[in-house]
């Protein structure tokens, strides 16, 4: 078990064991940076309401027993990049309302089993980066006003997609939506408000589509010609304008 340290604003594990770390109240608030590489023994990380208010930056490499990574309400507020890579047994990661509002950036990649993906309310609210290569991704779900500054939303690089959902004022300010050889896709569904400026949309080879939703507002400067779309064969449900 560990416990962090008080006044202190950079700490790295690096190739070591722990099995769980211990946020008690108040702890970590001067903490700005907290790496965490090879660190074995962890297989759930959870981090409680409001802990780690300061925290700007989060790392975590190469974290082989890692299966769950959970940020509950209002963790990290303050938090400005989250970047998460090599972590070949996580399978699900999931922040609440409020967590990295204040976020620049979202990194993820070679988490090579990782299949859900849940950012609540406000998350990375105003991130100018979302880099996120998960191929095996099969669920990716924004409940409301992330990302609202991003100018494209490309999401090919989840190869294995099956459901994409983003609530209201999501990509809000975002002017192209991609999906390309998302042949597993099944639902495509966006708030109200999302991609309020949006001008193309290419659904390409989304041969599998059931569910094709687009809230009131969304891509209200969208022309015929900018909106590519590939054979829907399958799709049961398409739905424009709900609120």
Known sequence: SASFPESISTLLFDNCTIDELDFEDGAANDLQTLVLNKVTGLSELVFPEHGCRNLERLKLNRMNNLTKLVFEDEAMEGGEVLEVSNCKNLEEVTLGTN??????????????????????????HEAQTMAITLPELRSFVLQGSNFTTLDEVDLTPMSNLVEFHAGDECFQKATVLICEELTKLKVLSLGSNCFEGGRKIYLINTVNLRTLEFGSRCFRSILDEDFTVGELTKLESLIFGRS
């Open 99 to 124: 967590c990295f509002m204040a976020g620049k950036g979202l990194l993820m990649s070679k988490n090579i089993i990782l299949t859900k993906l849940t950012l609540g309310e406000n998350c990375f």
